[in-house]
Every structure is written in structure tokens, then in C-alpha cells.
């Protein structure tokens, strides 16, 4: 028997208990088959009500839907009784079970509902387990029209007898009126279209969420202990640049007729922090998000006849972007990282208190360009520091340097007028008549603009060290 797994397979997840059941299932013998129910059986106790077990009701996948859409769903047990092909009972059990009191619930429930005596069904129950743990995947397959039931653990070898009042009990404490699951007449009308067209998802449990830096935890460590914020790479601007990720992840699409939801399989990219989905490899990109101002929320798995699923959530404040799970541990906690590091480049959050900073500076004349990794903003976005000086500062150095230029020329005029009112030697004649040549008043000048020139480029500079 085979469970789903293929990229093109989907799973629709039972609501009470959180289990990933497939939507379809193939046999050698018995061909496609189609899921059309969920339910869960479980106790009340004084913790509240435990669930056991989720219940997937598939059958022959050939006109399913328009069968059960067309009877109504007392008549139910009526056309599976009828059906040539029959329905298998997919039981994933979601907690550990004494094989024991498994086998006694279904004695009691037999005899309480269908009036079936406790030892019609000991041929069949003696091959029960004594634990059935949690994970476990058990199918009953009945055909009441040769009253045969076929029973089977972990995909190990089948059991079948032939007894018609069983197979007849089984379907009483299942789809009848007074059945030991519940969901099931909810599920039965919305996955045969007939349902609500609003949306009647579970509550969500609020559990506190363990954060490291955009990596959360979804009710603790030793509830999600499949993954390690710790681990988590650090981007810099390089790998941020060369960072790229491809491959299938089921992502969840809430049902527009009830509380089921679906697991699609669906082609996702990550590149240079933008995530996009294509619904195949090659085919058109169906959604593309940015990953500024989220986070990644690892979930604790979700278990399945498939196996188990690793589930994480893509948010943005209290939205969630995408619902995301994988089979392959590897592969969840690969993308979990590093959808999570990309985050943290894009919000500057350092997961392991480590400062990265990513810094470009482009010079010319007129402007100063400077690539800042530690803004909030997007780091691929170059900013501009400086077109060109403030205006302040503009003004003030070339005043100074004008004003002490003024003071010196001042200085060695006055020098030379006061040689020339006194009588003194050749040597200082020739001094005074030097200062007052033009050749000295041009180089004066040409000193005065090479100062005023190396007070703009001071004016550069002050204003590069105490505006950025």
C-alpha cells in the first residue's frame, strides 16, 4: 500500500488532531483510491479531551466525488454497504496506545452500538500490537458486499477474515448515527463541495514562542526539537548576494468550504532574500515576497501515514506569509536556517550576537556614495551621504583661510613699509623692493587661491567625519 509522497500529491489535515493525511492512496490490488472524510477518536479526561487517533475514510477514486455529493449523507452507510470495491479505514494514531485498551474500545463500542458479541471480533483483535506508538498506521479495509475485513499495522502483513456481521459493526461505529468519531459529518460536506462557504478553522493554541532573533519556536524546545536556532548561519554581504535555494515544499491553502485545510506541493526559490513559488519547476512564478520585516516560526511536526512532516510558518507581524512543511527533516531545518538568516541580514537582527557589517564607498569629485549594511533599510540600496558640502561649513573654512592669508599679507606689507621709512642696508632694500613688485603680489595671490582651494577640500573632509 501507497501513501502519497510524490511531488504532485497533496494532504489535507485533519483539524482536531493536526495529522497530514494524503489525498490519495494506490493498492496493487484494489488501484486509486481518494480520501473522502477525516475524522478523530478520542477521551475525555481531566486534562480535556485526548485525541488517540486520526480517521482517513478513502474509496475508489473513480466518480467518488460525484457519488457522495449527489447522496445524502444519512444514506451513506447505505451505498458503502453497496459498494463493490468498499472503503479502507485509515487510522494514524497520534499518542502512544496500549494495545490493550485499543482492542477493548473497540469490543465495547461494537457491543454497545451494533450489538456485535466481544468474541466475534477476537480473531481479528489478537493480532493487535501490545503498544501502538505514536506514528503508528493501521488500515481496515472492508468490503461488506463479501463481508471480508482486512486489517493491517505499519504496512506489515495483512490479516483478512470473513465475517459479514463485523464488517457490517464496523461501519455502524464509524459512519452511523451514533458513531465513536467526530468531524466526520463536517469533513463529508466539505470535501464533497457542499459545505459552508466560511472558513471554520480550529483555534489556535497560544503557546510562548522561543526567539533568536527572527527564529521562533512554536511552543518551546522540547516541543520543536527537530530544529536549533543556534545553528543558524550568519549572512554577510557576499554569501547574502550568493545565497540561493531551490526545491519542493508542501504549502498549506486554507479550504474555502470548511476547516479542512490542503498541503500542495509546490516549486519554491530563495534568492538574494525573495522567495518565490511556481506550482511546477518550470512553470510560472506564482507568488514573490521580500523577506523585510519577517521572521520564521518552526512548528512541531505533524504527523502523517506519509511519515512526518516538519512544518515552519513565513510571518510578518502576526500574518502568516506562507504555511510551509517538508518530509525530509534535512531539507526543513536547511530551509528553516535559511529563510531565518535572510531575515536577520534584512532586519540587522545578528542571531548570534555577532556585529556584520557590510560598508561600500564610492569617491569622485561631486558626489560620496556609502552602502551601509547596518541601516534598517534595504542593504542593496545605496544611500547618498554627500552631493556636496552643507552650506555652513562651506562658508567657514575659506573664510578662515582667507582671513589668516589677509593677516600675513598685512603682516609683510607692513614689514616692508617699515624698511623703507629707515635706512638700511642694500640687502634690505632689495627685500622691500621685492615685496613690492608685482611678481610678489601675483604669487601672493596665487598663494591665497591654493589656501582657499585646500580650505574646500578641508570642508570635504570635516563634513565626510561629523555628517555620516
Not at 466475534?120 to 505514536?134: A, G, I, K, Y
Request: hydrophobic share 40%.
Amino acid at each position: 500500500m501507497y501513501f502519497g509522497g510524490n511531488p504532485d500529491d497533496s494532504f489535507v489535515e485533519e483539524p482536531f488532531t493536526g495529522t497530514l493525511l494524503p489525498s490519495r492512496f494506490s493498492c496493487s490490488s484494489q488501484g486509486s483510491h481518494a480520501l473522502i472524510a477525516t475524522a478523530a477518536r478520542g477521551r475525555q479526561s481531566d486534562k480535556g479531551h485526548v485525541e488517540a487517533y486520526a480517521l482517513g475514510v478513502y474509496m475508489d477514486a473513480s466518480g467518488t466525488r460525484q457519488r457522495t455529493s449527489k447522496l445524502g449523507v444519512q444514506d451513506f452507510c447505505s451505498m458503502l454497504k453497496a459498494s463493490e470495491s468498499g472503503a479502507t479505514l485509515c487510522l494514524t494514531f497520534v499518542k502512544d496506545i496500549n494495545g490493550k485498551l485499543l482492542a477493548q474500545d473497540l469490543k465495547e463500542s461494537l457491543e454497545r452500538i451494533a450489538s456485535l458479541h466481544a468474541t466475534v471480533v477476537d480473531e481479528l483483535l489478537v493480532h493487535v500490537p501490545r503498544v501502538v506508538r505514536r506514528g503508528t498506521v493501521a488500515c481496515l479495509t472492508l468490503r461488506p458486499r463479501f463481508g471480508e475485513v482486512e486489517m493491517s499495522f505499519c504496512r506489515s502483513e495483512s490479516i483478512c477474515v470473513v465475517m459479514p456481521e463485523l464488517c457490517c459493526g464496523l461501519i455502524e461505529i464509524f459512519f452511523g448515527d451514533h458513531r465513536i468519531v467526530r468531524g466526520l459529518l463536517t469533513s463529508l460536506l466539505a470535501m464533497s463541495g457542499r459545505g459552508s462557504t466560511e472558513e471554520r478553522s480550529k483555534p489556535a493554541q497560544e503557546h510562548p514562542q522561543q526567539s533568536s532573533g527572527v527564529l521562533c519556536l512554536a511552543g518551546g524546545t522540547e516541543a520543536v526539537s527537530w530544529v536549533k536556532p543556534s545553528s543558524a548561519p550568519v549572512r554577510n554581504g557576499l554569501s547574502f548576494t550568493l545565497q540561493c535555494l531551490e526545491g519542493f515544499l508542501y504549502m498549506r491553502r486554507p479550504s474555502a468550504r470548511g476547516s479542512h485545510s490542503r498541503w500542495s506541493s509546490r516549486y519554491f526559490e530563495l534568492d538574494s532574500g525573495v522567495l518565490r513559488y511556481r506550482r511546477a519547476k518550470n512553470g510560472a512564478v506564482h507568488g514573490r515576497t521580500e523577506l523585510e520585516s519577517a521572521r520564521v516560526v518552526a512548528e512541531a511536526p505533524k504527523l502523517s501515514p506519509s511519515g512526518t512532516f516538519f512544518v515552519f510558518r513565513v510571518m510578518v507581524g502576526s500574518s502568516t506569509i506562507y504555511h510551509l512543511a517538508s518530509s525530509d527533516q534535512h531539507t526543513a531545518v536547511e530551509w528553516t536556517l535559511t529563510l531565518s538568516a535572510a531575515c536577520a541580514f534584512f532586519n540587522d537582527v545578528q542571531l548570534l550576537d555577532e556585529q556584520d557589517s557590510l560598508r561600500f564607498q564610492r569617491c569622485s569629485t561631486s558626489m560620496l556614495e556609502v552602502e551601509d549594511s547596518t541601516s534598517t533599510r534595504d542593504p542593496r540600496k545605496k544611500r547618498e551621504v554627500l552631493s556636496r558640502p552643507s552650506h555652513s561649513v562651506r562658508l567657514v573654512a575659506p573664510v578662515l583661510t582667507t582671513v589668516v592669508l589677509a593677516v600675513l599679507l598685512a603682516a609683510f606689507r607692513g614689514y616692508a613699509r617699515f624698511c623703507r621709512s629707515r635706512t638700511v642696508s642694500r640687502s634690505s632694500t632689495s627685500l622691500v623692493a621685492l615685496a613690492g613688485c608685482p611678481k610678489t603680489q601675483a604669487l601672493a595671490r596665487l598663494c591665497r587661491l591654493a589656501f582657499a582651494s585646500c580650505g574646500t577640500l578641508l570642508s570635504t573632509i570635516f563634513t565626510f567625519v561629523y555628517l555620516d
